[in-house]
């Protein structure tokens, strides 16, 4: 895993060890969680050379305290955009990055301190794969946060049942060559919220032949809080995402929706397989209320996009 001496573009001639890995996050008015984060970045046991770049998305107040707080603990860097959304700051985040490989992270998720590791082993065993680790609730006490992270798990039972052979990979845990990112042209930015654009990038991996891998040792706590009005809007989202990344696969030839119709039929015969889990015992009944909440603001969503949106895109044009 160690890089080789490399030139350093400003001083010609002169050997410069540059990072093997770079860190990107992307982030937007969560100061907080955003030190937390870099808290747990900082506690990992990667020997290799890395970086951090954290790419702020027109926050309203500046990050330059957190900055400060973390000189000499990270190799740390702070880029500022004016708000565009995660999928354009996570492209302007390796745009200056100077690894490697790119890990990406959100700025609400605490990676466990052999994440990088586990992910750089796991791409070494599979050159030029997208590796993608596991997530887990950070907030289990929480209604929404454990039902949305609910929702993933049965994603990935679905559609990741073979970890070699996987087809869909969350973009707040994976690592991937720079070269094969860029060759691809990054993630999609005509996709302005997060929700789904994740799932458009798998996609164009898939499309170009090359391998997802998921490793589960690859371990983030996400602690994401949500009440009731953030649970329905995120799903909402979610499902307009979805409307538009079936949009995309049906202009590129890549696929058709009948695979998520597989998954979101399988949903109650995977529920009731649950009976006696943890993530469910005492709320049964509450976590069966949140799965409808769900459907029903997903559904909503993707109607919303295929019948509005779709008026609003043609007018801009």
Not at 297 to 312: D, K, P, T, Y
Request: aromatic residues 8%.
């Amino acid at each position: 895993m160690k890089p080789g001496k490399q030139v350093d573009p400003a001083v010609p001639g002169s050997p410069l060890t540059l990072p093997l890995l770079t860190v990107v996050i992307p982030t937007y008015s969560r100061p907080r969680q955003l030190a937390a984060c870099l808290t747990a970045l900082a506690a990992q046991r990667c020997e290799a050379p890395w970086e951090v770049v954290v790419v702020d998305d027109g926050s309203p107040e500046p990050l330059d305290s957190i900055a400060e707080a973390f000189r000499g603990r990270l190799d740390l860097r702070f880029e500022r955009q004016a708000n565009a959304g995660p999928a354009r700051a996570r492209n302007r985040g390796v745009a200056v990055a100077r690894g490697q490989f790119i890990a990406f992270t959100d700025d609400d998720c605490l990676p466990e301190p052999g994440w990088l590791v586990a992910l750089l082993r796991r791409e070494a065993l599979t050159p030029g794969a997208m590796v993608g680790g596991t997530t887990i609730n950070g907030l289990n006490g929480e209604l929404f946060a454990s039902t949305s992270q609910l929702i993933v798990d049965l994603v990935y039972d679905h559609f990741n049942a073979d970890p070699s052979r996987a087809t869909f990979l969350t973009s707040n845990n994976i690592l991937c060559t720079r070269q094969r990112f860029e060759a691809l042209g990054g993630f999609d930015v005509t996709f302005p919220r997060a929700g789904a654009e994740d799932r458009d990038f798998c996609d164009r991996w898939k499309m170009a032949g090359w391998p997802l891998v998921w490793e589960p040792a690859a371990r983030i706590e996400h602690r994401h809080a949500q009440s009731l009005r953030k649970f329905a809007d995120l799903h909402f989202r979610y499902g307009r995402g979805a409307y538009l990344h079936h949009r995309r696969r049906k202009e590129r030839g890549s696929g058709g929706i009948r695979q998520d119709i597989g998954f979101h039929a399988s949903i109650l015969p995977r529920l009731r397989a649950l009976r006696g889990d943890p993530r469910v015992a005492g709320r049964t009944l509450a976590i069966l209320a949140a799965f409808g909440i769900w459907q029903g603001a997903n559904a909503a969503g993707f109607a919303w996009e295929a019948l509005v949106g779709s008026r609003h895109r043609s007018a801009a044009s």
